[in-house]
């Protein structure tokens, strides 16, 4: 199915999104394309975990995924920030349907590290007929980063590595990453054009840290696929249908550069 643009909504960003962005990706599904929403949800993990005194802790960018914290992690993205999402778009005249990537094996997935960090998740296949399904009936997908295992146990997946994988599985034609920054940040500035190579390069050199390190190896591995470039966009200016153009950073293959510019 072609038209697809996968969307990673942060959860950096979830509270600056405006109802104009909504109604972008609302526009953009009545253009003919077909939007599908990947979401995150740390800072509201993290608030919840607190308020139950569970204690976590990230390992290598990770949330190390206890029992009891993968039972919050479930609550929080596929109770409170999927429906929030979901009402959202809906009050935008769009129809959503929440679903997290447990439901119907949509994103298999093998534990990275059992000892390490319990029930975290690397994507190893994507179930699409649901989803593809779902477009057809005129529907936004919006999908939680919960995975599951052949032997149908749960697991917390990076919303990034997530989206990633669920935008190649679906050969998607954009995947984009909306977050809290204005794209990939150098010297203070946000860089209209990356490179793979250069990726490489800043993270090497402490310019890529942190929470922009999963973004930019989901948009790496995704460029390996059908898609020509990813882009990193900011949430508080994002608008998604024809003509607005959106801002950003755009990452590419060396290669490719010259050709999507
Ligand atoms: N070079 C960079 N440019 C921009 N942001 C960066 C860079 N390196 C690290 N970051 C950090 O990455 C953050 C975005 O990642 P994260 O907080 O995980 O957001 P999200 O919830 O959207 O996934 C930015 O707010 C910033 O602190
Ligand atoms: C394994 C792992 O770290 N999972 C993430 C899932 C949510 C997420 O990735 O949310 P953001 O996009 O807001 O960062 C977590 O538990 O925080």
Redesign the pocket.
Known sequence: MSGIVVI??????LSDLSDAFFHSIVQLKQEGKHPVLVH?G??DINRMLEQLSIKSEFVEGLRKTTTDVLETVEMVLCGRVNKKLVKRTQDSAGLAVGLAGCDANLLMVRPVDLDKLGFVGEPISVHTDLIHSLIEQDLIPIIAPIGVDEDGIHYNVN??TAAGAIAEGLDAEELV?????D????DGN?LDHVTDHEVHQ?IDQG?????????VRAALKSLNGSLPFVRIVN?KHALFAAGKGLKGTKITKQATIESVS
């Open positions: 990673k909504c942060g959860g950096s960003t995150g740390g800072p919303a990034d990453f909306v977050t809290d920054v794209g990939i940040l150098k946000a800043y310019v890529i840290y942190g929470g922009m390190i999963p973004k949430g």
